[in-house]
């Protein structure tokens, strides 16, 4: 076939154009996040995946998700897949503070930033991550106690408390604990009789109040627990036990989650500390940003609040999750 010069024109804009797509392509190339969810385990970790998921998709970031199912083991498998996946960025939330070095220094050396979202890990080498993003546990573990503290001034004591904790080895079961301890040693009064996990599960925090109830009974005086849905299975341990929650024993949880505001407007759990799981856009944005090569802090603070029984109706209706 003859070509006069007119096609031969056309023919080499479009091999021109056509060298030139790929560049073009990479440049509008979807941001890409892989992360690393610890499971499904509570109300929070639930509104935490939804803040996700639609954060990525509202910001136009292709996320690659998976669930550990509280499996450390879970967790690296999935970071290791989304090295070889060539992510952008990856992002988990470490199901426990320990033994991630060997991982993130495979993140390091495949030049993928990571960023903390919710807990922090141990590590004596703060460059294997971007940021941590999330809330102070430690202050939440302090909002607990000084409520306590307040509440019972004008008791002389003794006041025993039975502890509901998160998951063993986790960042928030840890600070939450040291926080909450450092406030109410001031005062000998305070005893913690009983302490055990409960894994941050509905299920879980039921079965050791059964037990806490069976040793202790009517000698506990206080329930502090380490997030909202121990909480609330502990308080179904407390009922049918014959006794009051939030009457007969005083009850303070962690999360502020909307089952916990209805909990505490039917009047069985007294007060729940703040820690939101909406960290889905401010995540979003810090892909962005390091896509965009701007500096980060290493510390990134969630700001929240306490919410005693007395304001939970008024405060409901403000609830996202």
């Not at 935490?48 to 998976?66: R, V």
């Not at 009064?189 to 079965?207: L, N, P, V």
């Not at 997030?227 to 407390?238: L, R, T």
Request: charged share 25%; glycine share 6%.
């Amino acid at each position: 076939m003859k070509l006069n010069r007119r096609t031969l024109n056309i023919a080499l804009a479009s091999a021109t154009l056509s060298s030139l797509l790929p560049a073009t392509a990479l440049a509008q190339k979807k941001p890409v996040l892989g992360f690393a969810q610890v499971g499904a385990e509570s109300e929070w970790r639930t509104a935490n995946t939804e803040s996700i998921k639609s954060a990525a998709a509202d910001a136009g970031i292709e996320l690659k998700f998976s669930d550990a199912q509280q499996k450390q083991e879970n967790q690296i498998k999935a970071i290791r897949s989304y090295i070889a996946q060539k992510v952008d960025v990856i992002a988990f939330s470490p199901v426990v503070e320990s033994g991630w070095d060997t991982v993130l220094l495979e993140a390091k050396a495949a030049k993928i930033p990571v960023v903390l979202t919710d807990r922090s890990v141990n590590t004596k080498d703060d460059s294997l991550y971007v940021t941590f993003m999330g809330s102070d546990f430690v202050e939440e573990g302090r909002k607990a106690g000084r409520w306590l503290v307040e509440k019972e001034k004008g008791n002389p004591g003794p006041i025993n408390i039975v502890e509901l904790q998160g998951t063993v080895g986790s960042a928030p079961a840890i600070d939450r604990k040291k926080g909450f301890e450092e406030i109410i040693k001031a005062d000998p009064k305070f005893k913690i009789i009983r302490s055990q996990t409960g894994d941050f599960t509905r299920a879980k925090g039921k079965e050791v109040m059964e037990a806490f109830l069976k040793a202790e009974g009517k000698k506990i005086n206080v329930l502090f627990a380490h997030n909202d849905d121990m909480a609330i299975g502990a308080i179904q341990a407390i009922e049918e036990a014959g006794m009051k929650p939030a009457q007969d024993i005083i009850i303070i949880s962690i999360d502020a989650v909307k089952g916990a505001f209805e909990a505490m407007m039917a009047g069985k759990l007294n007060v729940s500390v703040e820690c939101s799981p909406l960290l889905g856009p401010q995540l979003m944005a810090a892909v962005a940003d390091i896509k965009a090569g701007k500096p980060l802090p290493k510390r990134i603070l969630t700001k929240e609040g306490i919410f005693p029984m007395e304001v939970a109706k008024a405060e409901f209706p403000n609830r996202k999750y």
